[in-house]
């Protein structure tokens, strides 16, 4: 029996007969063969080749399948979901195919079929992602190499970190709304696990944290809701977070929030915000999680598409903000410490325009606030922080979802 060893030559298998099937099935007169008997948005499997015979919706995953064991010999997804089809129980096994969401190529595993799968089906994996099916797990796998920054930094430098143990930390949210934490370190078992922080999350339309609002040391998340309700909650040094704290309403004007450090001078946090008109606007951190009176920062910031804020990447002891145009330009705005920027410089690489900017703090270890961003959907790079207001060239940072547009990762 040829049978399909790893998911990424399963999947090429699959593309490469698409064509060869369409041209089958297009002859394929009998009704019981006609694989759109399986509902629109829905994964079936079929007991005879070419979607033939007893139908079964899946849905979810299934560790065994009961009378459907070794029994499946054709499948069709009409979902949004992935699917990896194992040859052994519980998942288990490298004998496997991997299906991706509206798969309409080869899901034939009968005669003329090189899959080796007929009737050897076993489990059924299901999820929002390439990765969650290929990995059972549905966050990010982040290995930063934890090396941690160095003690005693001043306060513009000290972000990034929600569990308080020196080193940068990432918030994922996946499609399915569920929110991990991220801390990059390798556990007993070298395993790089993200931690559930709880679901619910794709109610926010915007979430964003950049150091300590509230005056306790540790770092704080600002969550907008869909009626347009800023929400701050407050972190627990441990990598999740205490009962959130109304802040108003209203937030909905903005296109953009971003907490930014602090760039007014007085020693809190500010937030920065980006009107649909193109006013950037300062919002002074109180010190206790809310803000002062804001104050109108400057016009045409229309032209920018995404902000961040790296921290000092100066290194003159001042909160800076770096903006993309629409021109994938990025554009570093050195804060003078007054609330104010000086004259902007523009930073090397270009920043594509669907790709967001990531600044979590310092991820290399040398107190300075660095960026990452996704490329090509499947990698995270870091562009380091080159202590002198630019970045060094991107390195390498960790394994990523191909299906990444769906995540949030901040
Ligand atoms: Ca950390
Ligand atoms: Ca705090
Ligand atoms: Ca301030
Ligand atoms: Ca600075």
Redesign the pocket.
Known sequence: MTRINGLRRGLAAAVTTAATLATMLTSAPAASADQNRCPAGSFCVFKDPLYGGEMKIISSSQPTLGTWNNAISSYFNRSDKWAVLYLAADYSGQELLLVGPHQVGDGNLGPGSSSGADNAISSIRMGGTQWEVETGQAWIDWDTGATPRPAGLPAQSRFG???D?G???LLERDGAGRLWFL?GVRDAGGNTKGALIGGGWNAMNALVRHGDHDGDGYEDMYARDRDGVLWLYPGNGKGWFKPRLKIGGGWNSMKEIEPVGDITGDGHNDLVARDTTGVLWTYPGNGRGWFGARSRLGGGWGAMNALAAPGDMNRDGRSDLVARDGSRALWLYPGNGRGAFGARVRLPYAWPSDTPLIATGDVTGDGLGDIMRTIENSSLYVYANDGVGGLVAPVYETGYDITSPYFHVF
């Open positions: 970190d929600l569990d143990d080193t940068a930390d801390d």
